[in-house]
């Protein structure tokens, strides 16, 4: 380095021994954080990091300084597999993962247990081959038809109904646990019970029940006497059928 | 799945009793409940006598005519947004002009509720129910 462009331009030459400079220091940090995942503790023997009294703590971190205020700034911590968020778990991650998440979202989804039983394996189930009416919350016309499947898959469970509406047969899936499922009624009951799960024969014109309109106008009549002068209002007048048609899934 | 030859059945008084799918209008393979498709009229409706001066009166569509439709039925499963799912036995339409208006002044029979996000409002009004 002659003296001429010393003379001409005095800060390069600065400029370049600062730049010497920061790549060192850059480097020695490099090395500092590379070494101090097993050697915590002559981490305050390097001037260059800043000293940490505080025991080592659980996790892994992997360490950033501040530059301006010399303090530990921690970027992500990698965490032992037995903790959760920092705190050790107690108990193990369940066994069937997907059975306890549909349970949670079952309990959230119907709080008093009644859209289960509606549709559980029991005596008092609807079952393939009973007529049910669904009751949208979004308005429109209630949906009425038979039974013709029960797809149980958890929260996906489902129910496909059968009707003719109009001449036309219409069959829909309602999901059991849908919130816009405002009310699911039993209007009739088969006589015998079904010996097939899935009635798919019904659609066959030898054996489609038609409508099932004069089966629905016939139960919200009785429905009607049946309750106490104020008109069949919910499952209270249903009830008193002998626990015929029964358990309306309302919530509100 | 309404394609090319499908074979629908006519639900309004437009005098078409058969129609079958010619085009399906728009960038789709398949025509589903609410979407358009170019039909021709196949079979008329009161075509029994073969009278053509008494059916043809009352009829605004004649057999062999072009016109464009909307289909209202499908045997195809239709899913809904709320997962629930519809099904009808039969394929169906209704005709309209090429300005997007009935051709028809009624309808007999449901039509699937898909058609109020298609925003096919006028067919709505027009059926007597909807599933």
Request: charged share 25%; net charge positive; hydrophobic share 40%.
């Amino acid at each position: 380095m002659n003296a001429a462009p010393l003379a001409r331009r005095p800060l390069g030459c600065l400029k370049a021994s600062l730049r010497q400079a920061r790549q060192h220091r850059m480097f020695a940090r490099c090395m500092a954080t590379d070494a101090d995942a097993d050697a915590d503790a002559d981490a305050d023997a390097d001037p260059g990091l800043p000293t940490q009294q505080l025991p080592p703590p659980e996790h892994d971190f992997f360490r950033i300084t501040d530059r301006k205020t010399k303090t530990l700034r921690t970027a992500f911590a990698v965490y032992p597999p037995t903790t959760i968020a920092g705190t050790p778990s107690i108990a193990a991650a369940p066994k069937n993962v997907l059975g306890s998440l549909h349970a949670l979202q079952i309990a959230k989804m119907d709080p008093t247990g009644a859209r289960t039983a509606l549709f559980a394996k029991t005596r008092d189930a609807a079952k393939p081959g009973d007529v049910l009416m669904v009751t949208h919350r979004r308005g429109g016309e209630p949906f009425a038809g038979v039974v013709l499947s029960i797809r149980r898959r958890g929260i996906d469970t489902a129910v496909l109904l059968r009707n003719h509406l109009g001449k036309v047969g219409v069959e829909m899936w309602f999901k059991v646990y849908n919130k816009n499922v405002a009310g699911v009624e039993i209007v009739k009951r088969r006589a015998k019970r079904a010996r097939r799960a899935r009635l798919t024969y019904l659609r066959k014109p030898k054996h489609d029940m038609g409508s099932v309109e004069d089966l629905v106008h016939a139960w919200k009549k009785s429905r009607k006497v049946f309750s106490s002068g104020k008109g069949g209002a919910g499952a209270a007048g249903a009830k008193g059928k002998g626990g015929k048609a029964a358990v309306a899934g309302r919530k509100k | 799945m309404i394609q090319l030859k499908t074979m629908l059945n006519c639900i309004d008084n437009s005098g078409a009793a058969i129609v079958e799918c010619c085009m399906v209008v728009g960038q789709k393979r398949h025509a589903s409940i609410g979407d358009r498709i170019v039909v021709v009229v196949q079979k008329q409706r009161g075509a029994l006598a073969e009278g053509m001066a008494a059916s043809s009166s009352a009829n605004k569509v004649k057999r062999g005519d072009i016109r464009h439709a909307i289909v209202v039925r499908t045997r195809q499963k239709v899913q809904r947004r709320d997962g629930s799912v519809i099904k009808f036995d039969d394929n169906a339409c209704v005709l309209i002009n090429k300005a997007g208006d009935p051709i028809g002044s009624r309808i007999n029979g449901v039509v699937g509720s898909e058609l109020r996000k298609k925003r096919w409002s006028r067919i709505l009004s027009m059926a007597p129910m909807q599933a």
